[in-house]
């Protein structure tokens, strides 16, 4: 049976935190490792992440992609999959994302939205309807396929070890969802399941500075890969790839690698 390692990165979130691992100790299926990785926390998150029977990692390195990828390469199961210390996935959360894996082989990336909470119904609605459908239907068409999103996401391990040294680790500005769907090669079949939902805290919507500063790291991110990722050069990657394909050269088990997308 497949193993699943959780990542989660974490700086000065010690009570949310707390809630994310109780989450994921109380899963239908058992998580085989939880990886904390502690970005220069002041406050109790790696106290609170030992007492809920998390690894506990340490990475100075200021950057999401930076803590995550401590994560990823010392993860030592098949799936590794990524929440935030905001995040609260369902009780059933490890058992499908496991099962979606083992039954579809072909599978590199799975990935679900977010279902957000938090005192503010206008910044809950603004995630919900506004913030995940741009991310997922203007961000998908221009990478040709569902981009990752970081709070509810699971690879297979020999997809981070195809990325691992492509990735920003040492830029704090970066995009890490974006990076890390931008380095993905054609034949890594991304899934989008909209029905594997978890939740995630709305903080960051609910004051224009996040809102800008999130729409930054976009920018940013684009513009580190500009020309590569570009749509039109992302197109021309992907018809290589099918001719190659079509030629007899390689035998990948999905048509174009572009993802896959289920309201399941």
Not at 29 to 39: H, T
């Amino acid at each position: 049976m497949s193993t699943l390692t959780v990542v989660i990165p974490a700086l000065d979130d010690a009570d949310m935190l707390r809630h994310a691992l109780a989450a994921l100790a109380g899963q239908t299926r058992p998580v085989d490792e939880v990886i904390v990785v502690d970005n220069g926390s002041t406050d109790a998150t790696a106290e609170v992440a030992r007492q809920g029977g998390a690894r506990v990692l340490f990475q100075p390195r200021r950057g999401i992609m930076s803590a995550s990828a401590t994560g990823y390469d010392a993860a030592t199961t098949d799936l590794i999959a990524r929440i935030d210390a905001d995040s609260r996935p369902p009780a059933d959360w490890a058992e499908r994302v496991v099962a979606e894996f083992e039954a579809s082989p072909s599978i590199g990336v799975l990935t679900g939205p977010g279902a957000f909470y938090g005192p503010h119904a206008w910044a809950n609605w603004l995630g919900e309807h506004l913030y995940i459908p741009a991310y997922f239907h203007i961000v998908g068409p221009w990478l040709g396929g569902p981009p990752i999103f970081g709070s509810n996401f699971v690879m297979r391990s020999s997809v981070w070890a195809q990325v691992s040294d492509l990735v920003h680790r040492d830029d704090p500005r970066i995009h890490d969802d974006l990076d890390l769907s931008l380095h993905l090669p054609p034949d890594v079949v991304v899934r989008y399941d909209e029905s594997l939902r978890v939740g995630v805290s709305a903080r960051p919507l609910e004051s224009w500075r996040g809102i800008g500063r999130r729409l930054a790291w976009a920018y940013h991110t684009f513009a580190e890969h500009w020309p590569e990722a570009s749509p039109w050069a992302r197109r021309a990657v992907r018809r290589d790839w099918t001719a190659e394909r079509a030629a007899g050269r390689e035998q990948p088990s999905e048509p174009e690698g572009s993802g896959e997308l289920s309201a399941r």
